[in-house]
């Protein structure tokens, strides 16, 4: 059993290069999010899906995109990247059922100079 | 701007001793969650306390709520070095169960 799954898990860009980052989970749950983490801080909600289709924003959603054509996909894009989004990226799943936790994945670490 | 805050920042014991780690949050709550990080890894759900949950238990873990202080704490009983890590407590409100993170307490256990 997977959970969830991130590619890739290192990334370096330069300055207004774009990317995708892909999650995968095969828990069929019906939510979905991702958040970033920078150096001694919490998680902070980026995006998050209800849903296949369905997409809304999180506390910080600038600067990026998401995407949840397939229930158990929900892809990041950064379309111009900038040094401030150099951080750890995680995804997260959820069923939609009260009070059930979130199942994360091992992240992201991503470095844009 | 983060809705947890958690104290302390950063706590070192000895194995086999208790660890103590506090959250406060700033709004009312559908539940609050524990989450454990080892370096260089995702969180890993410990605990979950429903807002009208008082205290829980899962093996060595103690969690309590406080909706009335807006705080919760996690006792980590007989500490061993494998729970060198970061902890994490993440408050949900609404629909979509959002987590808004505390910043974390490293706790460091010494042999």
């Known amino acids: 059993n997977a959970g969830v799954t991130q590619t890739p898990k290192f990334r370096v860009l330069k300055t207004g290069q774009s990317m995708t980052l892909l999650c995968a989970q095969d828990?069929?749950?019906?939510?979905m999010y991702w958040y970033r983490q920078d150096p001694g801080m919490g998680l902070r909600l980026i995006h998050y899906?209800?849903?296949?289709?369905?997409?809304a924003k999180g506390e910080v959603p600038d600067g990026y995109n998401v995407s949840r054509l397939k229930k158990q996909n929900f892809l990041l894009g950064l379309e111009s990247a900038a040094p401030s989004q150099t951080s750890v990226y995680f995804c997260?799943?959820?069923?939609?059922?009260?009070?059930?936790?979130?199942?994360f994945g091992d992240g992201t670490r991503l470095s844009i100079l | 701007s983060q809705q947890g805050e958690e104290d302390p920042q950063a706590l070192s014991i000895q194995e086999g001793e208790n660890a103590t780690m506090n959250c406060s949050y700033k709004?009312?709550?559908?539940?609050l969650q524990w989450y454990r990080q080892n370096s260089g890894r995702g969180l890993v759900h410990l605990i979950l306390?429903?807002?009208?949950?008082r205290e829980k238990h899962s093996g060595r873990l103690r969690v309590t709520l406080d909706t009335s202080k807006k705080s919760s704490s996690l006792l980590i009983t007989a500490s061993r070095a494998a729970d060198t890590a970061s902890y994490f407590c993440?408050?949900?409100?609404?629909?979509?169960?959002?987590?808004?993170f505390g910043q974390g307490t490293r706790l460091t256990i010494n042999p």
């Open positions: 899906s209800v849903g296949e289709g369905t997409t």
């Open positions: 997260a799943s959820s069923s939609r059922d009260t009070d059930q936790p979130q199942h």
């Open positions: 828990m069929n749950h019906e939510y």
């Open positions: 993440a408050t949900s409100k609404g629909g979509a169960q959002k987590l808004v």
């Open positions: 306390i429903r807002s009208n949950e």
């Open positions: 709004t009312s709550i559908n539940n």
